[in-house]
C-alpha cells in the first residue's frame, strides 16, 4: 500500500541539511528497502528553490502518479528528496493552493509564512529580517533608504568565501577558479533596484501597460515602483544561496547515497529527476559519485535553473574556461534529457537579469532577448547548449522515438509547460503525464 500522502510505493524519502548531510534513518530505510521489495528501477526526484516539505511532497505524489501505468512490468521504486529550500510564499505554484499573499497586490510586503521561511533559512539573523520587512512595507522615499536595503540583505546572505564553493559566484566559472559576490551588491542598489523593477514590469506587462498600483505606494518615484525590484532583490540574494545550497546537497549528500546504493544493491538501475534548482542538485550528484559507480542510468532536468553551459568543456564568450559541470554527463550509463519551455519566464526573463546583474556590470543596459543566446542563459529555457553531439526534439517526437543511449538531449517542452503566471510564468507548470513519460522513456524502464 502507499502512504496515504503518496500516489506510488514503495516510497522512501531522503532528507538532507544544508551540508549535504543525510537522515541517517531515511537513508538506511531506503538502503535496507529496496533489497526487500525487489526494486529494479528507482526514480529519485529532487525539488527545486522555493519549496517546503508538504509542497515537495505533493509534486512527488501527482507527478510520480502516471508511472506504474506507463511501465505496468517493471519493479519500480520512487524516492522524493527534501532538502532545506528557501520557499517565498506569495509566489503561487500552479494547481496548488495561493497563499493569502498572493493574492494581493502589493508584491514588496512580506508575509508571516516568508518571513518564518526566512528564519529557518539564514538563522541568527532575525534582527536583520525584521529591518528587511519593515523597509518594504513602509517603502521609504529616499533614495539611501533603498541603499540601506541593500546593506541588509547583503548581510542577510554573507557568508564568509570558502574559495570555488563560495555562496555566490556563476555556474560558468571553470573549476578551482574562485568565485565572487554578485556585481548586484558591489554598487548602487537604487540602479539594480529599479532593473530589477523593470524586468517585472516586462513580465506582467509585455505589452508596456503598467498595472494600477495603490495610491500613495509609488508616490515620489517613477513607475515600475523600484520597491518592487527591492522584494526581487531579496529573492534573488536568497537565490544566489539556494543555488549553492543545490550544488552541495547534491554533490556531498545525494551522490554519496547513491554511491552507497551502488556498493550494496548494485543491480538497482538509478533515475534522476529534478525540477529548477532540483535540476542543479541532481546534477551536482554526479560530481559526488564515486569513482566506478555507474548505476545512474538517466538524467531528466524539468525546467533546470542553471547555466545552459554548465556542461560545456568550452565556453563560447571564453574557450580558456569550461562549465561548473563540464563532462559530468559521462557519468551517466545512459542520457541526460534537458527539458526546456519558453513560457518559463522565471528563467527566460528574471534569470538571464540576475545573471548579468551577479557577474557582467559591464553588460547594463543589453537587451533581455539578446541576453539569452549568450553567456546568461538558463538550461530551462533553451536548453543544453556547446555541447557537441547535443540531439533535440520536440515532446511529442521524443516520445515517438527511442532516445539515445548516452549524451545530452534537448526537448522542447512548450506544447505542455506553458502555463502560469508573473513572474515565473509556466516554471512550475511540469506535472504532466507526457513528462512522466519521458522520465520512463530516458531511462529505458520497462
Known sequence: MADPAMSVSPYWELTFDADGDP??????RLLSGVAERGVRDLIVFAHGWNNDRSGATRLYSRFFAPIPELAPQAKLGFVGVVWPSMRFSDEPIPDFPRSVAAETTRRPALDKDTRHALLETFPGRATVIDQIARMLDQQPREESELEEFGRLVRMLVEVV??????????DTLAEGVPQSEPDMFSGPVVGVC???ARGLAEVEAPDGVP?????????GFSIPNPWDGAHELLRQATYYAMKRRAGTVGERGLGR???QLAAERPQVRVHLVGHSFGGRLVSFALRGLPDGVHTVKSVTLLQGAFSHYAFAARLPHDPRAGGVLQGQQNRIDGPLVCCFSRFDQALSTMYPLASRMAGDAA???????R???AKWGAMGHDGVQAVPGTRAWKLADALRTTLPTSGCVNVDAASVVKDGGAPAGAHSDIVHRELAQLVVAAGRIR
Open 211 to 219: 498595472e494600477g498600483v495603490p495610491d500613495g505606494v509609488t508616490e
Open 257 to 259: 547515497v547513491i554511491g
Open 363 to 369: 553588460s547594463a543596459g543589453v537587451d533581455l532577448g
Open 194 to 196: 529599479e532593473d530589477f
Open 161 to 170: 568565501p570558502a574559495g570555488p564553493q563560495a555562496l555566490f559566484g556563476a
Open 371 to 373: 541576453m539569452l543566446g
Open 23 to 28: 537522515d541517517g534513518g531515511r537513508r538506511d
